[in-house]
């Protein structure tokens, strides 16, 4: 039997995150072979996996990332089951750094599959599900592409966002992180009324209905004031259309125009835990 060392120990517990005595143990049962110890922390991961499949995994990190021009953004979660995983030190910065390998992809199918220290994400999911004894997966997978992208991530990273923006203009990396705290706070539905679902549109064209039915509305004038209603759906819940939180005398849009007269928010991307 090969004699384990300390410094043996530690250097398997860095590469995989495993505690001390897991790894004692893995390097004892691989006969000193770091790589089988590797690969048996990994089946034990796989083993855990399987027992927690059905587990609700609603806890964890999103994290936004942007690329060196400020032209793509990626903001993925990375979720487990309780709360106190998703504070861990090492937690989020798995989080922080699957979010920046995403910023290279624009399918989460590709993402699962690329590198990570020479393993897949999805391997090193598997692996940390077996090292923290919880289900631990990849659940929004979301990137966005403008000629300038910024990012939000709320306190406690429960709450990230990407904004892009029409142009790279003085200002626009402030003007990206307020549009993007927007929608953090207030969950716009779509970017504007053209980005609505027709589903969304025809509940909220029956509910208004309903209402005015209740209120005694004459039936020849409940499509017009549905109508009504529905413009001020648009305007409380598409981001452009919404009052600019910390100035509620103009729109969200009016905010960008005040930044540069050409300046619009072509886009966004919110993920939310919890």
Do not use: W
């Not at 048996?40 to 021009?69: F, T, W």
């Not at 989020?92 to 910023?103: M, P, Q, S, T």
């Not at 709320?154 to 003085?170: D, M, P, Q, Y």
């Not at 209603?229 to 981001?239: A, E, G, S």
């Amino acid at each position: 039997m090969a004699k384990i060392t300390a410094a043996e120990v530690n250097k398997l517990r860095k590469a995989t995150g495993a505690g001390m005595m897991d790894c004692k143990k893995a390097l004892v049962e691989a006969d000193g072979d770091f790589d089988q110890a590797i690969e048996l922390l990994r089946k034990k991961g796989q083993k855990v996996a399987a027992k927690r499949a059905d587990r609700e995994s609603s806890e964890g990190a999103a994290i936004a990332k942007v690329n060196a021009d400020n032209t793509k953004g990626a903001v993925i979660s990375l979720n487990c089951e309780t709360d106190f995983v998703a504070k861990n030190e090492d937690f989020v910065k798995l989080a922080n750094d699957f979010a920046e390998i995403a910023l290279n992809y624009n399918s989460k199918e590709d993402f699962l599959k690329a590198d990570y220290n020479g393993i897949s994400i999805e391997d090193k999911l598997t692996e940390q599900t077996g090292v923290i004894g919880e289900k631990i997966e990849i659940g929004a997978f979301k990137t966005l592409e403008a000629p300038f992208v910024g990012s939000y991530i709320h306190a406690g990273n429960k709450i990230a966002v990407l904004t892009g923006l029409s142009k790279n203009v003085e200002g626009a990396e402030e003007a990206a992180k307020n549009v993007s705290m927007q929608a953090a706070a207030m969950n716009p539905v779509a970017l504007n009324e053209e980005g609505v679902d027709q589903a969304t549109i025809d509940k909220e064209i029956e509910i208004a209905k309903d209402t005015l039915r209740e209120e005694g509305k004459p039936e020849n004038m409940l499509d017009k004031i549905a109508q009504g209603k529905l413009q001020r759906f648009f305007k409380d819940n598409t981001l452009v259309h919404q009052a600019y939180i910390k100035d509620n005398k103009q729109s969200v849009a009016q905010y960008v125009k005040s930044v540069d007269s050409d300046l619009e928010v072509v886009g966004f991307e919110r993920v939310a835990l919890g």
